[in-house]
């Protein structure tokens, strides 16, 4: 009853923060996407490609809601609608 409540608990946490850390990747994702064909000015690509890798950044640190937060401005700029 222990071992298997504590199973639960732990697998219960895993699922919940990786799939939390997994929205990070999938921003990234339309951030590149989006990049290759975005019409924004030099001084917006610039700022969305700051954003993007400090984004990644914070997500590689494990500040997911940070990365989550970064990326959107990114997205902002490039009309990306998540
Ligand atoms: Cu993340």
Redesign the pocket.
Same mark, same amino acid.
């Given at each position: 009853m222990k071992i298997s409540s504590l199973i639960v608990a732990s697998t219960l946490a895993f699922a919940s923060s990786s799939a939390?850390?997994f929205?990070?990747p999938k921003h990234m994702k339309a951030i590149d996407a989006a990049l290759a064909t975005a019409k924004v000015s030099d001084a917006e690509m610039a700022e969305v490609k700051k954003y993007r890798a400090e984004g990644e950044t914070f +997500?590689k640190a494990g500040k +997911?809601q940070d990365?989550?937060d970064t990326l959107a401005k990114a997205e902002k700029i490039l009309g990306i609608k998540m």
């Open positions: 939390f850390a929205s990070c +997500h +997911h990365a989550l």
